[in-house]
C-alpha cells in the first residue's frame, strides 16, 4: 500500500529516535554493562564464551539470559575490526524500522479502513520512539521482544481459517526472536505457539493457497475429511511455526543446563500470594512514570480484546504475559517493591504499542471478508 500519513508519522519518529541513539545519550546502561559486556567476550572469543558465563563472579552479567543480542554485537564487532559503539546502538533502530514494516502489515489486514490503519501505525511507532528515547532503550534486548510481538500480531489478528505456511513461519520467527533475545521472550514464545497451534486446532479447515483449497477454475477438489484436514494443517503449523524456536531455544537451554548457570543467578521462587499487597501497589506506581506519560493505564483496557473475536487471540497473547509478568514478581527472591519497580515501565515496553494496535483493531470496522470462489466459476 502506499504510504499514509501515519506512516510519514511514524518515519519521523524512527528519525528522531536514530538522532537520539547516534548521540549515545539514550543508550541503556545495559548496553554497557551487560550486553556489551558479553558481545566484547563473544567477539574476542570467536563464540559464545561458556567458560565467562559460568564464573560465578558473572553474576551481574544474567549468565543464563538467551545470547541472541550479545551474538549481534560481536558479529558487528567482527566485520568492523574492533568495538565499535554507534553501530551497535544502531541496531535498536533498525529494530524500530521492522516495528513499523510489521505494524503496517498488522494494521492493513486487522483495521478496517485505511484511516484506522495509520492511526494504529502511527500509534505503535510513535509510543515505541517515545519512551525507547525517554527511558534509555538504545542497544538493550527489549526491542527483540517488542518486534516479536508486533510480527506475531498479523497472523494473531488474521482469522484463523485463513492463515496459512506464510503466517505460520511469520509466527515462529516472532517466537524464536523473543526467546533469543530475552528471558521474559521464553515464555512468550511458548504462549504464541500455544495460542495458535489452539486456533489451528478449533479452526480445522483446509490451508489457504494449499491442495485443499477449491481449483480456481471452479472445480471443488476432492478432500479429506475434517480429522484429517485438522491434522494437515496442525502438522504444517508444527513444521512452519515450532521448528525457529526449537532451534533457539534447545541449543541454548542444553547449555545452559549443563553448566547450571540457571543456579548461579536464580530468580526463581514459589509463589508468594502474602506479597501482592506490596506488589499490587508498586505496580500501580509504576503507571505513573514520566517516561510513559500516562499511557500505561492503558492496560486497564486489555480486557477489551478478549471481548471482540477478531483481537481476542492478541488479548489472550498479551493478558497470558501479563500475568507470567506478575507471577515472577509474586515468587522470585528480590525485593518485590524494588523488582516491580525498577523492571515493570521497561517490561511494559513490550506490551502497550501492540495494544495500542490491537485497541485500534477491536474499534475499527473490520475489513470485509475475501469473495468465496468454492464453486463458482471466475
Known sequence: APLGGGDLLALAAVAVYAAAAWTLHNATPDF?????????????????DWGYLSDPTG???????????????AAIAHVAGGWVERPMVLVSVLLLALVWVFARQAAAGAAGGRLAAQAAVAAVVAAAAMFG???????????????????????????????????????????????????????????????????????????PGGRDDPSPRGAVRRRPGKVGLRRRRL??????????????????????????????????????LA??????????????????????????????????RRTRPLGAVLGLQLLVIA????????????????????????LLP?????LVAAVAPPNPPPPDLKGHEP
Request: proline share 8%; glycine share 10%; aromatic share 10%.
Open 235 to 272: 502438522a504444517a503449523f508444527t513444521a512452519c511455526a515450532a521448528v525457529p524456536p526449537a532451534l533457539v531455544v534447545l541449543p541454548w537451554l542444553a547449555a545452559a543446563l549443563r553448566l547450571d548457570l540457571f543456579s548461579l543467578h536464580d530468580k526463581t521462587g514459589s509463589l508468594d
Open 275 to 308: 506479597r501482592l499487597p506490596v506488589v499490587v501497589p508498586a505496580f500501580f506506581e509504576t503507571w505513573g512514570t514520566p517516561e510513559w506519560h500516562g499511557m500505561t493505564w492503558l492496560l486497564v483496557l486489555l480486557p477489551g480484546l478478549c471481548l471482540v
Open 32 to 48: 554497557i554493562f551487560h550486553w556489551g559486556v558479553k558481545g566484547r567476550r563473544y567477539a574476542l572469543a570467536g563464540g559464545i
Open 59 to 73: 553474576l551481574a552479567n544474567n549468565p543464563e539470559y538467551p545470547n541472541l543480542l550479545p551474538g549481534f554485537y
Open 133 to 207: 528515547i525517554g527511558y534509555d532503550m538504545a542497544g538493550g534486548a527489549d526491542w527483540l521482544v517488542l518486534l516479536a510481538l508486533v510480527m506475531a500480531a498479523g497472523p494473531l489478528l488474521r482469522p484463523a481459517a485463513a492463515t496459512g505456511r506464510a503466517d505460520d513461519l511469520q509466527l515462529g520467527l516472532a517466537a524464536a526472536l523473543a526467546a533469543g533475545g530475552k528471558a521474559e521472550g521464553v515464555p512468550l514464545a511458548a504462549i504464541l505457539l500455544a495460542v495458535q497451534a489452539l486456533r489451528v486446532v478449533r479452526a480445522g479447515g483446509e490451508l
Open 354 to 358: 501492540v495494544l495500542m494496535l490491537g
Open 327 to 350: 507471577w515472577v514478581y509474586l515468587s522470585a527472591p528480590l525485593d518485590p517493591r524494588f523488582y516491580v519497580l525498577s523492571s515493570f515501565p521497561r517490561l511494559a515496553f513490550h
